[in-house]
């Protein structure tokens, strides 16, 4: 089995912060709903990063603030 690691590094913009800083919560998913990591992170100068090592394959990054505020997206590795 060839097991293909990458090193992603996501960015978002914190748009809502009405000028603070806001707490995020962080979910990564694999396309079948199992958790992968779960973490809290701080949007500092409205903007947050967070750097991952994945192998190939479907994922989905959940990101919520502490407004309640969620967004989704889509994450496809292969190589």
């Known amino acids: 089995m060839n097991v293909r690691r990458s090193v992603v590094e996501t960015k978002w913009n914190a748009d809502d912060a009405d000028g603070y800083d806001l707490i ?15 973490k809290n992170l701080v949007a500092q100068d409205f903007r947050g ?20 505020s969620k967004t989704v997206k889509k994450l496809v590795i292969a190589k």
Do not use: A, M, P
């Open 24 to 38: 995020w919560f962080f979910y990564l998913k694999r396309i079948t709903g199992k958790l992968l990591l779960s």
């Open 49 to 68: 990063e967070l750097k991952l090592d994945l192998i190939n394959g479907i994922y989905f990054v959940n990101l919520i603030n502490e407004k309640g």
